[in-house]
């Protein structure tokens, strides 16, 4: 079913000149960490909004959720996953495309962000009022490091982190990459 509508998402994208980064659950599956996950995460130019909307429309979604940042979709009728998609300015997906790394999925190849900016994500989304629950974020934000050996004292990381988390995220994450190094002893 997933890949069905990975596969639907980038030829109506394609037809449209729209681009997209996979993000959340799948994202992170793609750097190594499986984890149950309800539905699709997107990352899309905000200045495409309203060509989003028209492709999920013509799928046979509707818009149950909206902020100045988020657009959640419902399958409706259809017998898909639910669709959230994050929008950003144009500098911010210049930076996050600039770095994202394919994967091939079905007869598409799927494009996530780098390790780092997924963590910046992760941080934003843990930041938003919105948020209910945290823990999730930062679970993934644990494997990532884990598992991509995200080192906190790089400054390109460390200034993500900052930016997106603050001084208390940078000390966190630096808590925990001391006790990957220790447990890698």
Known sequence: MILELIEQLSRKAAERGLDFLIIGGHAMAHHGYARLTRDVDLLARETQRSSWRDVFEQLGYRVFG????????????????????????????????????????????????????????????????????????????AELVRLCRLDPSEPGFAGLVRRYGGEESLEKIRKLWQRIQDQAR
């Not at 639910?82 to 091939?104: N, S, Y």
């Not at 962000?113 to 910046?120: D, I, R, Y």
């Open 66 to 141: 909206e902020t100045d940042t988020f657009a959640q979709f419902s399958p409706g009728a259809v017998k898909s996953l639910p669709v959230d998609i994050m929008f950003v300015e144009d500098a911010t997906w210049e930076k996050l495309r600039k770095e994202a790394v394919g994967k091939p999925a079905g007869g598409a190849k799927l494009l996530v962000p780098s390790p780092q900016h997924l963590v910046a994500l992760k941080l934003f989304a843990a930041a938003s009022p919105n948020r209910r629950h945290d823990a999730q974020d930062w679970a993934d934000i």
